[in-house]
């Protein structure tokens, strides 16, 4: 389906369609979860799945057993589907495997949908990151689709999502083209920070400077992450983010900042590809620099920085 900018789009997937798309579900040792979130993507009936597992922990009593459950649990696919697993022995931590399973997805498709074990997806999920796969394939500067909204319950204009420098890994989808911007290591940090783009993303410097400080912290800590560096990848690359006006994705794991979903039943596209400076703003603001586990955050940065 594609349709032009300023548009509507109406969708619903049936219970008895199988939607023409990749996904990749990362899983780990969270039963639970798993299941939750595998019964949301066997609702969807997805073409093609992908399924990366990492290895348990050597020493951590009962992982083994928690990770055997939770593969076992995707295995029960009942619909006509191609499926393909990478499952890992030895436990590689958050940042190698999370990161590697998304490379191995993306080596073998050109686009998809990405779903951690603790995300919690409703149906419009899947129509919207399909309808927004296909629209926006060819476009270099779009390279995120987000699942999740952080705006408090503030829309931002009459339309169905908005673009950002931001982006949100609780559900979302992208493409090849895009992940091959992806550094684990941001080697080009100094030139990107010498370069002051990023003081023309946000409307208060207070935001870019948290960035540069998240950014420098995780690639000197070595931190065991993943999801920092594509945020760093799309703001060296000018990239854009999509984000619903209203929220898709359910965080099964964080009840701090859990944010009810809702259903979109039709897409009314902006008219113009631009970013919301100030919602970009306010984003990083409520959600990361004046909540109260982030202050301490920041000034631990502070300190060793």
Same mark, same amino acid.
């Not at 979130?37 to 997805?46: L, N, Q, S």
């Not at 997805?105 to 899947?126: A, K, M, W, Y």
């Not at 002051?196 to 935001?207: E, G, Y």
């Not at 919602?279 to 004046?290: F, N, P, S, V």
């Given at each position: 389906?594609?349709?032009?900018?300023?548009?509507?789009?109406?969708?619903?997937?049936?219970?008895?369609?199988?939607?023409?798309?990749? %996904?990749?579900?990362?899983?780990?040792?969270?039963?639970?979860?798993?299941?939750?979130?595998?019964?949301?993507?066997?609702?969807?009936?997805?073409?093609?799945?992908?399924?990366?597992?990492?290895?348990?922990?050597?020493?951590?009593?009962?992982?083994?057993?928690?990770?055997?459950? +939770?593969?076992?649990?995707?295995?029960?696919? /009942? !619909? @006509?589907?191609?499926?393909?697993?990478?499952?890992?022995?030895?436990?590689?931590?958050?940042?190698?495997?999370? &990161?590697?399973?998304?490379?191995?997805?993306?080596?073998?498709?050109?686009?998809?949908?990405? *779903?951690?074990? /603790?995300?919690?997806?409703?149906? &419009?999920?899947?129509?919207?990151? /399909?309808?927004? *796969?296909?629209?926006?394939?060819?476009?270099?500067?779009?390279?995120?689709?987000?699942?999740?909204?952080?705006? &408090?319950?503030?829309?931002?204009? $009459?339309? $169905?999502?908005?673009?950002?420098?931001?982006?949100?890994?609780?559900?979302?989808?992208?493409?090849?083209?895009?992940?091959?911007?992806?550094?684990?290591?941001?080697?080009?940090?100094?030139?990107?920070?010498? $370069?002051?783009?990023?003081?023309?993303?946000?409307?208060?410097?207070? +935001?870019?400077?948290? !960035?540069?400080?998240?950014?420098?912290? %995780?690639?000197?800590?070595?931190?065991?992450?993943?999801?920092?560096?594509?945020?760093?990848? *799309?703001?060296? $690359?000018?990239?854009?983010?999509?984000?619903?006006?209203?929220?898709?994705?359910?965080?099964?794991?964080?009840?701090?900042?859990?944010?009810?979903?809702?259903?979109?039943?039709?897409?009314?596209?902006?008219?113009?590809?631009?970013?919301?400076?100030? +919602?970009?703003?306010?984003?990083?603001?409520?959600?990361?620099?004046?909540? @109260?586990?982030?202050? *301490?955050?920041?000034?631990?940065? &502070?300190?060793?920085?």
């Amino acid at each position: 389906m594609t349709n032009n900018l300023g548009d509507v789009a109406v969708f619903g997937s049936q219970n008895n369609e199988v939607l023409e798309m990749n %996904i990749l579900f990362l899983i780990y040792n969270r039963p639970a979860y798993t299941f939750k979130v595998f019964e949301k993507i066997r609702e969807a009936k997805p073409q093609k799945l992908f399924i990366a597992a990492d290895g348990p922990k050597p020493d951590k009593k009962g992982d083994a057993e928690k990770c055997l459950e +939770a593969r076992k649990i995707v295995e029960r696919i /009942d !619909w @006509p589907c191609e499926v393909k697993t990478l499952f890992r022995e030895k436990n590689l931590g958050c940042k190698i495997a999370v &990161s590697g399973g998304i490379s191995w997805f993306f080596e073998q498709v050109e686009e998809g949908i990405i *779903l951690e074990d /603790d995300c919690l997806p409703n149906q &419009s999920f899947f129509s919207f990151a /399909d309808l927004m *796969l296909e629209k926006y394939r060819n476009n270099s500067k779009i390279m995120h689709v987000g699942g999740t909204n952080f705006q &408090s319950g503030e829309e931002r204009g $009459s339309d $169905s999502y908005h673009f950002s420098h931001c982006v949100h890994i609780w559900g979302w989808a992208s493409w090849r083209r895009a992940w091959q911007t992806y550094d684990l290591e941001m080697r080009d940090l100094d030139s990107f920070i010498s $370069s002051k783009k990023i003081d023309d993303f946000f409307s208060d410097k207070r +935001a870019s400077k948290f !960035w540069i400080s998240l950014f420098r912290h %995780i690639k000197n800590k070595n931190v065991d992450t993943w999801d920092t560096q594509w945020a760093f990848a *799309l703001m060296k $690359s000018d990239g854009l983010a999509i984000t619903p006006n209203v929220n898709l994705v359910e965080n099964l794991d964080d009840k701090k900042l859990h944010r009810p979903t809702s259903k979109l039943d039709q897409i009314k596209d902006p008219l113009l590809i631009e970013t919301d400076k100030e +919602a970009d703003t306010q984003l990083t603001e409520t959600l990361y620099i004046k909540s @109260p586990w982030q202050r *301490l955050w920041s000034a631990f940065i &502070s300190l060793i920085n």
